[in-house]
C-alpha cells in the first residue's frame, strides 16, 4: 500500500549498517580493488598509504596473491608515519621471501631505523629484519641483535631475545657461536620480561647447552615467579631439564620409588626406602601399579617408543640405576630451590604455566609432598572447555600411576551433560582408576545416572566402567553384577520393538561386563549365570546371545543348578538354532561341543541327539564358517557323537580316537589357565606436551636428559662419550658394532645371523651387517634352523656363534670364511641396474631424429641442485643432420641464463647444452644435459633445433631422480627413521609381480638353481634401483617356518633430496609367497611430507 | 641501485617460494626445520570461510589445511569441533571457538599445548574486548586492527605481548570518537607512536604516570555455582568458582592490600600476576599495585558447600507412547537476595518426535535441535512455577528410557554464595581521597539436575 514506505525502512536499516560501520576498514576489506591500489602507493599522503596498504591486507588476508606490489610498497618503508611503517611491515613480513631480491631493498631503512630514538621503532625494524630470514643479511641482523641485546629499553632488549631464533633458523654455522653467546648474554638480563625471551630462545637455538643455564641457575629459579608467564612455562622445562641432567632423579621421588620397587631384591639402599614408605604410611603394593609406574618413568627419560620397543624382546633389560645417579632432596640446593620457585606457580593464572610446575613437583618432589599438585590440576579443569580435555589427559596419566593422590577428589570427575564425549569418556577412566572402597558406592551411583544419559555410546561406556570397578575392588562384584541384571532386565532392551543399534550396545557391554566379572571367580556367581540363562529368551541381540551361550559352555560343570538345568538350555538352544545369527550359531556349537565332550555317562544319549540335530543344522547353514566348524566338531567328536553312521564314515583307529581325545581335551578345557599380565605398553610422555595429548611422538619432543650426564663442573663437552661408554641407559651393547661398520659395503661381508637360540648371542643382537641381516626378532621358531642352515653352513654357524664380536680379527676372519650363497653386494647389483630410457622425439615425427634420455644417476658437476639426464641423439635418415641444439621453448623471447643459481625465477630451467654441430646417418652421440627442475612435476616443453627446423618436444621429469643416494648403514638408518615418525610418514601397499618371471625363468634352467629369497629380493632392488637414485642400506631376510614364504622380506633404501639434502628413506616390506605376486608395503620416512608422498606414489607405481 | 651490491647474493638464498599448487612441491627454504611455535593463526567464520591469516614464522601454512580442517568439520560434527588438539596429515591444529568464530593455530613441533590453547583464548579475548564483542562483521570490518593486534601479541610463533593494558596503549581500540575523527579528518591511525611506559617497569601491567581528579576503586566478586543433583534428588557436588573482579581508577603507582573475613573458605587460588605471592602464603592477604581499569585480580574455588537457592523437581513418567513431563522450580534456601534471571534449559531425548509444553509462568521455547528453554526471571510470590505438558515418542517407542539433565540458571545479585567476604581493603600510598566499592553477583554455573 505504501510502496514508499518499504523502501524506506530499507534505506533506513542499510543506513544504519553504514552509520555502525562508518570508521571501520569495513568497506576496505569488503571490496579491497575497487580503486587501483598502485598509484596510492606512490601517493606523498600517509592517509593515502595506508589506504592501500590496508586494501593489500585485505586481500592477503582473503588468500590472494599480492607479491606483485612488492617493490612499490617496499618503497614506503622509509616513511616516518609509524602506521605506515606498521602496515608495510605486515606486507613485508609476510611476502619477503617470495621476493628476496627486492627485500633487500629495505634493509638499509632498517638500518638507520635502529639507531632511532624511539625504543619502538628500533624494535619494530629488528623484528622485521630478522623477520625477513635471508642468508644475504643474516651478519647484519646478527649485529643489530647483538646492538640491540645491549639497548636500554626492555622491550628493545626482548626483541633481540625472540630475533634470535629467526637467525637460528638459517642454519648459518658460522654464526650459531655467536647467536648463544647472545643467548647467554640475555639469560643473565636484570628484566624478567628479557630473561623469559632469552628461555625461549635458549630452548630453540641451543637446549643442550646446560654450562649457559648452569652458570645462572639459582638465579633464573629466583627470578622465574617474576617472568612473563609465556616465558616461564619456557624455562620451567629448560630448569627441569637442568637439574635431572645435573643431579639425575630425586631420591624421594615418586620417579625413584618406581624404579627401586622393580629391583628392590638387588638394590642395596633400599632399606632407606622401605622404612620412608612406612613411616607416611601407604602399602606400596596396594598404592601403586608398579609396572605400570616404573614404565612411565622409563618412558620419560628414554622416550616411550625406546623403551617400549626394547621392552618387546624377551627380557627386559633393566636398567641398572646406580645410586650415583640420584641425588637426595633434602640436601640438594639446587632440586630444592627449583621445587621452591615453582610451588607459587600454581596460583598462576595461566593453566599452562600450573600444568608445567605441576609437572616439575611430578617428577622432582618427595612423595609426600606431591599431594601440593592435585588442587591446582583440579582447578584448571574449570579454566575453559578446550584445555580442560587437555588437562584430563595429563590427570590420566597421573591418575593411572598413583590413583591415591585424586582418590577422595573423586567427585571433580562426575560427568556433565555438557561435557564432549572424549571428555566423558576420560572421567569415566579415570573414576575407574581412581576408586576405592570408601568412595565406591558413590562412584557406582553416578554410573545408575549415567546409564540413562541420551547418550548411549557414552551409557554402554558406563557399563563398561562398572565392570572394571568390580575388576578392581571385588567386594563390590556382587553390587555391580546385580546392577547390571537389572539392566539387562529392563524392558527397554526385553520389549518387542526393535532395539537401535545403540541401545544393543548397552546391552552387550553389559552382559560382556558380568561375563568378566564372573570369570574372576566363577562358582561364586552362579546364581547370575542362571538369571542370564533364564533371560535368554527375552533377549533379542545376537552378540548378548552369542555371549550367554558361550557361559554355558563355558561353566557348564559349575555350581548345582548349571548342570541340572543344562538339558533343558541345550535343548532351547538347538531348538532355536535355525533362526539365530551365525555368531551365535558357532557359540551354540562351541557350547554343545564342550558340553558334549565333558559329559560323563549321565544323559549322554539326549546330548548326543541334541549335538547331532545341531551339527546336522550347521552343515547345511548358508553361512561357510558355520559350516565349516559344524564339519569339523563333527569329526573332532566323532568318538563322542557315538552314531553308528557316522563311525562307517571315520574309520577311527584306537590310537586316532585317542588323539582326538586329547585334542578335544585341550581345546574345551583350558579354563583354569592363568594367564599372565599383559605387559602394558601405554605410550607416556612428559606432562604437559603435545606428544602426551596426541600419543605419538611429535617431532621435536624430546624425552628428559639421562641423569647425571653432565659433570659437576657443568662443562658442556664432557658428558657424551662417557655416557656412552657407561652404557646403563642403551641397555644393549653397541661396542661391538664398530668393527663391522668399518667393513666396505661393497664386499660380501660379514654374515651375521642373530640367533635368539643361543644365550651368548643375546649381546649380539645389535650388530648388524650392511648388507644382509638376518633377522629373528619375532618369528625364529625350531623348525626355522633348517633354513638357517640352508643359508649358511652349519660350521660357520658355529664358528660365528663362538666368535666374540669384539675380537678385532673378526670382520677379517669371517670375510674369508663367508659362504657363498646367501649374500647380495650392492657392487653385483648395480652392475645390473638399467635405468629406463624415455623418447623424447621418434624419428617419424623429427624427421629422422631419434633422441632418447636417461635420468642419470651421477650428480651434477654444475650444482648439486640439477638434474643429469643423458641424452641418445642418433640419426636415422640418410642424410647429414647438423647444428643440433635443445633449448627452452621460449628462449627465443627471453635469453636463458637459468645456470646462474642466483636467478629466482623458479620455473625447471635447462642448463644450456652445446650444439652438436653434426651428425652422420646412422651415427648416434651422447650429450648429458643438466636440468634444474624445481621439483615441479609437469613435463618440460623444450624444443630441438636442428637443420634450421624446430621440433617442440616434452621432456618428463622423474621425481625418482630428484634424489640421490644418501650411504649410510642400517643403525644410522633406524635412528633416523625414529625422528621421523608420524606425519612424515606415508605408507602405501601394492603387488609386486617383476620376480615371478626371473623365478619362472629360474625354474628353466635346473643347472643352477638360486635362493627364491633372493630372487625376490634381487628383483625388488633391481626395480627399485632402476627407477630411483637410491641407496640400498640393507636386505632382512624372513626365517618363516615355510620355505617359500617370503613375508618380512625388507629392503631399506636412503637418499637425500638433491636440492636441499633432507635425508629421504624408504622401506620395502613384502608379504607372501615366493612365486606369486607379492604384497609390497612401501614406506617413505621423509620431513618433507609432500615430497616423500609423491616419492611415493612414485615408487609404488613403478613396482606394480 | 649500487649499495644493493654490498649484499652479494650467494646460491643457497635463492628462495623460492609459492603460494600453492600442485606440480610445485617443494621451495629451497620451506625444508629448513622451523623450531619455533606456532606458525600460522587462522580466524574461520562459522560458515568456514578463512576471515584472516596471520602467518608467523618464514615457513608458510598453506590455506588448504583450513579446507581439510573444515571437512573434518562437517564429516565428523560435533565431536571434532570439541576437539581441541587434532593431528592433521601434515600439522598438528590447536582450536578454540568462540562465538561461532574458529581460532585455528598450526603447529608442527612439540610444544605445550595448553600454551597454544591459552594463547588463543586470550586472543580472543583481547579481540572481544577491542571490538566489543566477536562475530564475522566484525572482525572483518576491523581487521586492521585484528592484523596489528596479532603481529604484536606473537613474534616468531613466541608470545610477545599479551598484556591488554600494554596492547591498549600500542594499538588504540576503535571508539565512537576515533571513527567520527576518521570520517572528519581522514587520518585514522590508531598505532601509537610511542612505546607505552609500561613495557620497561617493574611492573609491565601499569602505566607509570596515570592521574585521575577522582580516585576510586571497585571490588566486585563474581561467583558461579556449580551443583549436581542426582535423580534421586541428592545433592553430590556443589561448589562455587568465583572472581574477585577490580576495576580501579587510581593516580599514581598505588599498592593495594585486600583482606577476606573468612580466608580458609578458600580451598585453591589463582592470581592475577601482579599478586605478590609472599603475602598471600604468610597472612593470606592479597597485596598488589593494579592495572589501570578493569581486570581479573584472582579466581577462586570453594568447595562442599552444602546449600543451593533453587530446587528442581523433574518427573517423567511414561506409557503408551507418549510421556508426561512436569518440572517444578523453587526456593531451597533463601539467599536474602532476590533471585533473578532464572530459566531452566535441557535437552529432549532424539526419541522424542514431538512436545505440547505450558508453564503456568515464564516463557517455554523449544528449538529446532529440540533444546528447550524455559525462561522463568523471577518466582512469583503466590505459586511455583510449573511446567507441563507431554513428549510424543516416536513411532514403536512404548516408553522412554532416557532422561534429560536439566541445566539450571539463575542470578542472585548482592550475595556471593561461597560465603567469602570481604574484610577490607587498604591503600599503602595514600592520595588525597579514594572512593571504594564492593558488590557481589552469584551466577548458576555448571548447575545441573539429572531426572
Known amino acids: 500500500m505504501f510502496p514508499q514506505f518499504g523502501a524506506t525502512a530499507d534505506t533506513l536499516s542499510k543506513a544504519s549498517t553504514i552509520m555502525f560501520r562508518i570508521g571501520t576498514d569495513a568497506h576496505l576489506y569488503d571490496d579491497p580493488e575497487d580503486v587501483n591500489i598502485a598509484p596510492l602507493l606512490d601517493s606523498k599522503f600517509d592517509s593515502e598509504k595506508c589506504e592501500a596498504l590496508k586494501r593489500l591486507l585485505a586481500l592477503i588476508a582473503q588468500g590472494f596473491d599480492v607479491s606483485n606490489f612488492f617493490p612499490q610498497v617496499v618503497k614506503n618503508v622509509a616513511s616516518h608515519s609509524l602506521e605506515v611503517k606498521k602496515l608495510v611491515y605486515l606486507y613485508l613480513l609476510h611476502y619477503a621471501q617470495k621476493r628476496p631480491n627486492e627485500a633487500l631493498l629495505s634493509i638499509n631503512s632498517f638500518q638507520k631505523d635502529l639507531g632511532d630514538t624511539n625504543p619502538l621503532v628500533r624494535a619494530w625494524a629488528l623484528r622485521t629484519m630478522a623477520g625477513i630470514r635471508l642468508h644475504a643479511i643474516a651478519p647484519l641482523v646478527l649485529v643489530a641483535v647483538g646492538k640491540c641485546a645491549r639497548d636500554p629499553s626492555v622491550y628493545v632488549r626482548k626483541c633481540a631475545a625472540t630475533a634470535l631464533p629467526k637467525l637460528h633458523d638459517l642454519r648459518l654455522e658460522e654464526l650459531s657461536s655467536t647467536i648463544e653467546e647472545i643467548v647467554g648474554t640475555l639469560l643473565t638480563d636484570n628484566s624478567p620480561a628479557v630473561v623469559g625471551a632469552a628461555a625461549a630462545a635458549f630452548s630453540s637455538v641451543c637446549p643442550n647447552n646446560y654450562s649457559l643455564i648452569g652458570k645462572n641457575y639459582k638465579r633464573l629459579c629466583t627470578i622465574l615467579p617474576d617472568v612473563e608467564e609465556w616465558g616461564q612455562i619456557v624455562l620451567i622445562g629448560i630448569l627441569l631439564r637442568y637439574a635431572i641432567a645435573r643431579h639425575g632423579l630425586v631420591r624421594e621421588s615418586m620417579m625413584f620409588h618406581l624404579h627401586s620397587k622393580e629391583h628392590s631384591s638387588s638394590e642395596n639402599d633400599d632399606s632407606d626406602v622401605h622404612s620412608t614408605v612406612g613411616k607416611v604410611g601407604i602399602d606400596p603394593s596396594k598404592k601403586y601399579d608398579s609396572e605400570l609406574a616404573s614404565m612411565i618413568s622409563r618412558c620419560y627419560i628414554e622416550g616411550p617408543d625406546d623403551y617400549l620397543s626394547r621392552s618387546s624382546y624377551s627380557n627386559r633389560v633393566s636398567l641398572a640405576f646406580s645410586g650415583a645417579k640420584f641425588t637426595s632432596c633434602k640436601n640438594n640446593e639446587d632440586v630444592k630451590i627449583l621445587l621452591q620457585c615453582t610451588s607459587p606457580l600454581f596460583w598462576s593464572n595461566n593453566s599452562a604455566v600450573v600444568l608445567a610446575a605441576a609437572g616439575v613437583h611430578w617428577i622432582m618432589a618427595p612423595r609426600d609432598n606431591i599431594q601440593r599438585i592435585v588442587k591446582p590440576l583440579l582447578f584448571l579443569l574449570r579454566s575453559s572447555r578446550s584445555s580442560n580435555y587437555v588437562v584430563l589427559c595429563n590427570i590420566q596419566v597421573f591418575a593411572k600411576a598413583t590413583p591415591y593422590l585424586f582418590a577422595s577428589h573423586f567427585e571433580n570427575f562426575f560427568i556433565l551433560s555438557t561435557d564432549s564425549y572424549q571428555t566423558k569418556a576420560l572421567k569415566l577412566e579415570i573414576l575407574c582408576t581412581i576408586s576405592t572402597d570408601s568412595s565406591i558406592a558413590s562412584i557406582l551411583k553416578e554410573f545408575q545416572d549415567y546409564i540413562r544419559d541420551p547418550d548411549r555410546k557414552f551409557a554402554a561406556d558406563a557399563v563398561a566402567a562398572v565392570g572394571l570397578c568390580a575388576l578392581q575392588l571385588p567386594k563390590m562384584a556382587s553390587t555391580c553384577l546385580e546392577g547390571l541384571l537389572a539392566l539387562t532386565r529392563q524392558d527397554s532392551f526385553t520389549s518387542d520393538v526393535r532395539t537401535s543399534e545403540e541401545e544393543a550396545g548397552v546391552l552387550v557391554q553389559a552382559i560382556m561386563s558380568i561375563k568378566m566379572i564372573i570369570k574372576q571367580d566363577p562358582p561364586s556367581h552362579e546364581k547370575v549365570i542362571v538369571q542370564l540363562v533364564r533371560n535368554l529368551d527375552s533377549i533379542k541381540v545376537p552378540a548378548a546371545r552369542a555371549i550367554i551361550i558361550w557361559m554355558v559352555g563355558e561353566y557348564s560343570k559349575v555350581g548345582e543348578i548349571i548342570p541340572k538345568m543344562l538339558l533343558t538350555v541345550l535343548k532351547y538352544i538347538a531348538w532355536s538354532f535355525a533362526s539365530e545369527s551365525s555368531e551365535t550359531k558357532l557359540q551354540t556349537l562351541n557350547t554343545v561341543a564342550k558340553v558334549l565332550s565333558n559329559s560323563r555317562g549321565e544323559n549322554l544319549e539326549t546330548l548326543q541327539k541334541i549335538a547331532r540335530y545341531v551339527l546336522e543344522l550347521a552343515e547345511c547353514d548358508m553361512n561357510y564358517v558355520v559350516r565349516g566348524r559344524g564339519c569339523f566338531f563333527r569329526k573332532l567328536l566323532s568318538c563322542h557323537l557315538g552314531s553308528k553312521k557316522l563311525e562307517d564314515e571315520v574309520i577311527t583307529s584306537p590310537e586316532n580316537e585317542g588323539l582326538l581325545n586329547v585334542l578335544s581335551e585341550h581345546m574345551f578345557h583350558e579354563q583354569a589357565i592363568q594367564q599372565s599380565p599383559v605387559p602394558i605398553n601405554y605410550r607416556v610422555y612428559l606432562p604437559g606436551s603435545l606428544s602426551q595429548i596426541v600419543l605419538h611422538a611429535a617431532p621435536g619432543y624430546e624425552p628428559l636428559p639421562k641423569p647425571c650426564t653432565i659433570l659437576h663442573d657443568a662443562d658442556t663437552e664432557a658428558d657424551v662419550s662417557e655416557q656412552d661408554g657407561s652404557g646403563s641407559f642403551t641397555g644393549s651393547l653397541d661396542e661391538g658394532s664398530g668393527s663391522y661398520n668399518g667393513s666396505d659395503h661393497s664386499v660380501t661381508s660379514g654374515g651375521n645371523t642373530e640367533s635368539g637360540e643361543s644365550g651368548s648371542s643375546n649381546e649380539d643382537e645389535n650388530i648388524q651387517d650392511p648388507l644382509i641381516q638376518i633377522s629373528d626378532e619375532s618369528h625364529l621358531l625350531p623348525a626355522a634352523s633348517a633354513d638357517l642352515e640352508e643359508l649358511m653352513s652349519k660350521r660357520d654357524l658355529e664358528t660365528w656363534l663362538d666368535d666374540q664380536p669384539s675380537l678385532p680379527n673378526s670382520s677379517i676372519h669371517k670375510e674369508s670364511k663367508v659362504p657363498r650363497s646367501a649374500r647380495i653386494s650392492i657392487k653385483d647389483i648395480e652392475k645390473r641396474v638399467r635405468p629406463k630410457t624415455y623418447e623424447l622425439l621418434d624419428p617419424a615425427n623429427g624427421n629422422g631424429m631419434k633422441v632418447d634420455y636417461t635420468f642419470s644417476s651421477d650428480v651434477s658437476n654444475i650444482s648439486p641442485h640439477v638434474v643429469t639426464i643423458q641424452a641418445t641423439f642418433k640419426n636415422c635418415s640418410i642424410e647429414t643432420i647438423s647444428n643440433i641444439v635443445l633449448k627452452h621453448e621460449d628462449s627465443t623471447t627471453k635469453p636463458s641464463d637459468c645456470s646462474e643459481s642466483s636467478s629466482q625465477d623458479d620455473v625447471p630451467a635447462l642448463v644450456p647444452m652445446q650444439e652438436i654441430t653434426s651428425l652422420e646417418p646412422g651415427q648416434a652421440t651422447t650429450e648429458t644435459i643438466h636440468v634444474r627442475f624445481h621439483h615441479h612435476l609437469l613435463p618440460l616443453k623444450l624444443v630441438i633445433y636442428f637443420n634450421g627446423k624446430s621440433f617442440p618436444v616434452k621432456l618428463r621429469p622423474d621425481i625418482g631422480y630428484f634424489v640421490k643416494p644418501l650411504p649410510m648403514d642400517v643403525e644410522v638408518f633406524r635412528d633416523k627413521e625414529s625422528h621421523l615418525p608420524g606425519m612424515f610418514e606415508c605408507t602405501r601397499s601394492c603387488i609386486f609381480k617383476g620376480h615371478v618371471d626371473d623365478l619362472n625363468k629360474e625354474k628353466g634352467d635346473h643347472t643352477f638353481s638360486k635362493d627364491k629369497f633372493l630372487v625376490v629380493c634381487e628383483s625388488i632392488a633391481l626395480t627399485m634401483l632402476s627407477n630411483a637414485n637410491l641407496f640400498l642400506v640393507s636386505v632382512d631376510m624372513p626365517i618363516a617356518a615355510k620355505h617359500d614364504d617370503a613375508s618380512g622380506l625388507c629392503l631399506r633404501f636412503s637418499s637425500e633430496i638433491l636440492s636441499n639434502s633432507v635425508p629421504c628413506l624408504i622401506t620395502v616390506t613384502a608379504e607372501g609367497i615366493c612365486s606369486e605376486p607379492l604384497n609390497v608395503a612401501v614406506k617413505v620416512n621423509c620431513e618433507e611430507t609432500v615430497f616423500g608422498l609423491n616419492l611415493l606414489n612414485r615408487i609404488v607405481n613403478f613396482l606394480s | 641501485q649500487t649499495k644493493l651490491l654490498l649484499f652479494p647474493l650467494s646460491s643457497s638464498c635463492s628462495a623460492s617460494f609459492h603460494s600453492s599448487g600442485q606440480t610445485q612441491i617443494v621451495s629451497e627454504q620451506a625444508i629448513q626445520r622451523e623450531e619455533t611455535m606456532l606458525q600460522c593463526i587462522?580466524?574461520?567464520?562459522?560458515?568456514?570461510?578463512?576471515?584472516?591469516?596471520?602467518?608467523?614464522?618464514?615457513?608458510?601454512?598453506?590455506?588448504?589445511?583450513?579446507?581439510?580442517?573444515?571437512?573434518?568439520?562437517?564429516?565428523?560434527?560435533?565431536?571434532?569441533?570439541?576437539?581441541?588438539?587434532?593431528?592433521?596429515?601434515?600439522?598438528?591444529?590447536?582450536?578454540?571457538?568462540?562465538?561461532?568464530?574458529?581460532?585455528?593455530?598450526?603447529?608442527?613441533?612439540?610444544?605445550?599445548?595448553?600454551?597454544?590453547?591459552?594463547?588463543?583464548?586470550?586472543?580472543?579475548?583481547?579481540?572481544?574486548?577491542?571490538?566489543?564483542?566477536?562475530?564475522?562483521?566484525?572482525?572483518?570490518?576491523?581487521?586492521?586492527?585484528?592484523?596489528?593486534?596479532?603481529?604484536?601479541?606473537?613474534?616468531?610463533?613466541?608470545?610477545?605481548?599479551?598484556?591488554?593494558?600494554?596492547?591498549?596503549?600500542?594499538?588504540?581500540?576503535?571508539?565512537?570518537?576515533?571513527?567520527?575523527?576518521?570520517?572528519?579528518?581522514?587520518?585514522?591511525?590508531?598505532?601509537?607512536?610511542?612505546?607505552?611506559?609500561?613495557?620497561?617497569?617493574?611492573?609491565?601491567?601499569?602505566?607509570?604516570?596515570?592521574?585521575?581528579?577522582?580516585?576510586?576503586?571497585?571490588?566486585?566478586?563474581?561467583?558461579?555455582?556449580?551443583?549436581?543433583?542426582?535423580?534421586?534428588?541428592?545433592?553430590?557436588?556443589?561448589?562455587?568458582?568465583?572472581?574477585?573482579?577490580?576495576?580501579?581508577?587510581?593516580?599514581?603507582?598505588?599498592?593495594?592490600?585486600?583482606?577476606?573475613?573468612?580466608?580458609?573458605?578458600?580451598?585453591?587460588?589463582?592470581?592475577?600476576?601482579?599478586?605478590?605471592?609472599?603475602?598471600?602464603?604468610?597472612?593470606?592477604?592479597?597485596?598488589?599495585?593494579?592495572?589501570?581499569?578493569?581486570?581479573?585480580?584472582?579466581?577462586?574455588?570453594?568447595?562442599?558447600?552444602?546449600?543451593?537457592?533453587?530446587?528442581?523437581?523433574?518427573?517423567?513418567?511414561?506409557?503408551?507412547?507418549?510421556?508426561?513431563?512436569?518440572?517444578?522450580?523453587?526456593?531451597?534456601?533463601?539467599?536474602?537476595?532476590?533471585?533473578?534471571?532464572?530459566?531452566?534449559?535441557?535437552?529432549?531425548?532424539?526419541?522424542v518426535s514431538s512436545t505440547d509444553l505450558t508453564a503456568n509462568h515464564g516463557v517455554v521455547n523449544v528449538l529446532s535441535n529440540k533444546t528447550c528453554i524455559w525462561s522463568i526471571d523471577r518466582i512469583p510470590k503466590d505459586r511455583a512455577p510449573l511446567l507441563s505438558g507431554t513428549l510424543l515418542l516416536e513411532n514403536g517407542l512404548d516408553r522412554l528410557h532416557v532422561f534429560p539433565t536439566f541445566q539450571v540458571g539463575f542470578r542472585v545479585q548482592g550475595v556471593a554464595l561461597s560465603g567469602l567476604q570481604i574484610d577490607k581493603l587498604e591503600l599503602k600510598v595514600i592520595p588525597n581521597r579514594l572512593y571504594k566499592g564492593f558488590r557481589a553477583l552469584t551466577r548458576g554455573g555448571q548447575y545441573e539436575v539429572r531426572s
Open chain 2, 42 to 351: 587462522f580466524l574461520l567464520s562459522d560458515s568456514g570461510e578463512v576471515m584472516l591469516e596471520k602467518q608467523l614464522t618464514g615457513n608458510r601454512v598453506d590455506r588448504s589445511i583450513c579446507v581439510w580442517f573444515w571437512d573434518q568439520l562437517l564429516s565428523h560434527g560435533d565431536s571434532f569441533k570439541q576437539q581441541p588438539v587434532i593431528a592433521s596429515p601434515t600439522h598438528y591444529l590447536f582450536q578454540v571457538v568462540r562465538e561461532g568464530i574458529t581460532f585455528l593455530a598450526c603447529t608442527q613441533v612439540e610444544m605445550p599445548p595448553l600454551m597454544a590453547i591459552e594463547f588463543l583464548c586470550r586472543v580472543a579475548d583481547v579481540l572481544s574486548d577491542y571490538l566489543e564483542g566477536l562475530n564475522e562483521d566484525v572482525i572483518k570490518d576491523n581487521f586492521i586492527i585484528v592484523y596489528e593486534l596479532l603481529d604484536e601479541m606473537m613474534d616468531n610463533g613466541h608470545p610477545l605481548t599479551t598484556e591488554p593494558n600494554i596492547l591498549r596503549e600500542m594499538i588504540a581500540p576503535p571508539n565512537i570518537v576515533s571513527k567520527m575523527l576518521s570520517v572528519v579528518t581522514g587520518n585514522s591511525s590508531n598505532v601509537s607512536e610511542t612505546l607505552p611506559g609500561a613495557t620497561s617497569s617493574c611492573v609491565p601491567w601499569r602505566t607509570t604516570d596515570i592521574k585521575y581528579a577522582n580516585n576510586e576503586v571497585y571490588v566486585d566478586l563474581v561467583e558461579e555455582m556449580d551443583a549436581i543433583i542426582t535423580r534421586d534428588g541428592i545433592l553430590v557436588k556443589c561448589e562455587v568458582f568465583g572472581e574477585v573482579q577490580v576495576n580501579s581508577h587510581i593516580t599514581g603507582v598505588p599498592d593495594l592490600a585486600l583482606s577476606f573475613v573468612n580466608p580458609s573458605v578458600l580451598d585453591d587460588v589463582r592470581f592475577h600476576p601482579c599478586v605478590r605471592y609472599r603475602p598471600w602464603e604468610s597472612y593470606q592477604i592479597l597485596s598488589f599495585v593494579p592495572p589501570d581499569g578493569q581486570f581479573k585480580l584472582m579466581s577462586y574455588r570453594v568447595r562442599k558447600l552444602k546449600s543451593i537457592p533453587l530446587y528442581v523437581k523433574p518427573q517423567i513418567t511414561s506409557d503408551g507412547g507418549s510421556s508426561r513431563i512436569s518440572v517444578m522450580v523453587g526456593i531451597r534456601n533463601d539467599p536474602g537476595k532476590a533471585i533473578d534471571s532464572i530459566s531452566v534449559q535441557f535437552q529432549l531425548p532424539s526419541c
